[in-house]
């Protein structure tokens, strides 16, 4: 489910024109002196490689492919979590280097297999990986490359001959060239592929840098807990598309050439260790999710009906309780896509059945649920399907959860209030305001809360968690927008209404704000 919706400005297409309108790199003045410094051939600092990132990551917040999803967001933080603290365990990521970067992962909309991490810590994922991995250490193998190329700081390191461009152009041409491997191809994509394809070899890493990725990301995926057997599954998966030369469907392959010497190296590791059962209720869900990946992928009117079609085939029945789930998940989430939701509702009791026995799978189950409800526009049901996380302390709700429930109780709030959906939608709101002062990046979180003060009747909170949300997605004229709007409500109100210790924080949010988009402002002029 989607809660917050994208802002529709193709500004990858934007920036990836000015591409081609920008002559020859080399003519290009060096930086001034208020910009991160990138030259004499040295690494970029942390705070010049963040800035960077920030400056990409901003950029694609804004592109319509972004995609925002409690559930499968959910399901990356738990493999990205547990590999940025096993990085650190090892003693690969200095406390400053985990401090300064975001280690934040955005969802690309796209079918194509691709992973690519950005400077500054940012990881971009594309849809298209998670569904064709079969098990989650498959997954956790190329998060802990990508993640290793940034502990060992080799985008500064590639960047260091760059001394030539300004950040704002190596910014320009990474979007560029996530413009160009996207599989839709699009009028701006086909154009700006001859340029990309310049670009890309100047930034890609060098072999070595390859091996080191595959050697210290096998590492930190033993240190996290995952089976390494994961690392060698996925290298083979991968050889096996590049054997049926199905580049353009795998971008990750045209950034990762596997070499024998790569593939002998880790199969080589891999011998050394014992070898682990499979874990039936991590595959369960990873055919869930990788379900749920292939939907969100924008396949096309035809593979949903596919799909949606495959839980009625009698061969359902045959497969593993791994493809049976994934098969009536997938199902359920196309037919919705459809809008046919009398047709995802009929799945529900399969789904329950086939989950019962496993607790992270029925979770998931639930949650579908509650989604269909959303779309069924019940907010009653939603709140009946999570009731049971509800009824415990709100201290306990997960995210997704907690999202699901405080977003229906405000919708209630408005239109049929009762005693009992305002206390949930209290509780929510004290959940989400514990939530976003550990997690101040989560824009989505902030979101909801707006919404959900709103809908308590407090203007105000509500402006402030709407400039929250502004700032977290790095769009900070419209964050000094909403602080102002909020400015604007406090002065308006009377002195029984007045909220002076919220008034003063958006004082205090709205010099913040102005503050960085006076700074983005210098660095554009300097472009
Ligand atoms: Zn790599």
């Given at each position: 489910m989607k809660l917050a919706p994208a802002k529709s400005k193709p500004l990858i297409a934007i920036l990836a024109l000015s591409l081609l309108l920008?002559?020859?790199?080399?003519?290009l003045p060096t930086s001034s002196s208020n910009l991160p410094a990138l030259g004499d051939g040295a690494d970029m600092t942390l705070s010049a490689e963040r800035k960077l990132g920030d400056r990409i990551a901003r950029e694609l917040y804004r592109d319509p492919d972004y995609l925002e999803d409690p559930i499968l967001d959910e399901y990356l933080q738990n493999i990205w979590q547990p590999l940025v603290k096993g990085a650190q365990a090892r003693g690969d990521m200095s406390p400053e280097l985990q401090e300064r970067f975001a280690w934040k992962i955005l969802i690309g909309r796209?079918?194509?297999v691709n992973a690519f991490a950005l400077p500054g810590g940012y990881l971009g994922i594309h849809l298209g990986l998670i569904s064709v991995v079969t098990t989650r250490d498959e997954l956790a193998s190329v998060m802990a490359h990508e993640l290793s190329h940034v502990t060992q700081r080799h985008i500064s390191r590639s960047m260091?001959?760059?001394?030539?461009?300004?950040p704002w152009l190596i910014g320009a041409m990474i979007l560029g060239m996530l413009a160009a491997s996207?599989?839709?191809?699009g009028a701006q994509a086909m154009i700006v592929g001859g340029q990309a394809m310049a670009a890309q070899s100047q930034l890609n890493f060098s072999r070595d840098m390859e091996r080191e990725a595959d050697r210290i990301g096998y590492g930190v995926m033993s240190e996290a807990g995952f089976d390494t057997q994961g690392f060698v599954n996925m290298f083979g998966k991968l050889q096996q598309a590049s054997s049926l030369n199905d580049n353009g469907a795998f971008p990750y392959l045209r950034s990762h050439p596997l070499s024998s010497e790569r593939m002998a190296d880790m199969q080589s590791r891999q011998q050394l260790q014992t070898p682990r059962a499979a874990n039936q209720e991590q595959d369960l869900v990873q055919a869930m999710m990788s379900a749920r990946a292939r939907v969100f992928s924008q396949p096309g009117v035809d593979a949903l009906r596919a799909w949606a079609q495959?839980?009625?085939?009698?061969?359902?029945?045959?497969?593993s309780t791994a493809k049976q789930m994934g098969i009536l998940y997938g199902a359920c989430l196309s037919w919705m896509q459809l809008r046919d939701l009398a047709q995802a509702h009929a799945l529900l009791p399969r789904l329950k059945l086939a989950a019962a026995q496993h607790a992270p799978s029925a979770r998931l189950v639930q949650l579908l649920e509650a989604e269909l409800a959303f779309k069924e526009d019940d907010m009653r049901s939603v709140l009946t399907s999570l009731r049971h996380v509800s009824a415990q302390a709100n201290s306990l709700w997960q995210r997704p959860e907690l999202l699901f429930i405080t977003q229906a109780s405000a919708r209630l709030q408005v239109s049929s209030p009762t005693a009992e959906t305002s206390q949930i939608l209290a509780q929510g709101i004290s959940a989400l305001q514990r939530w976003v002062l550990q997690h101040a990046q989560d824009a989505q979180a902030w979101q909801v809360l707006a919404t959900a003060l709103a809908a308590q009747g407090r203007p105000l909170a509500s402006l402030r968690a709407e400039g929250e949300t502004q700032l977290a997605r790095m769009d900070f004229g419209a964050a000094v927008d909403r602080f102002r709007a909020a400015q604007d409500a406090s002065r308006r109100m009377n002195a029984a209404q007045a909220d002076h210790i919220e008034a003063s924080i958006v004082d205090a949010r709205l010099r913040f704000a102005q503050g960085l988009l006076r700074e983005q402002m210098l660095e554009r002029q300097d472009r």
């Open positions: 920008t002559p020859v790199w080399s003519q796209d079918r194509s260091g001959d760059q001394a030539r461009m300004t996207k599989s839709a191809q495959e839980a009625n085939d009698a061969s359902v029945a045959k497969q």
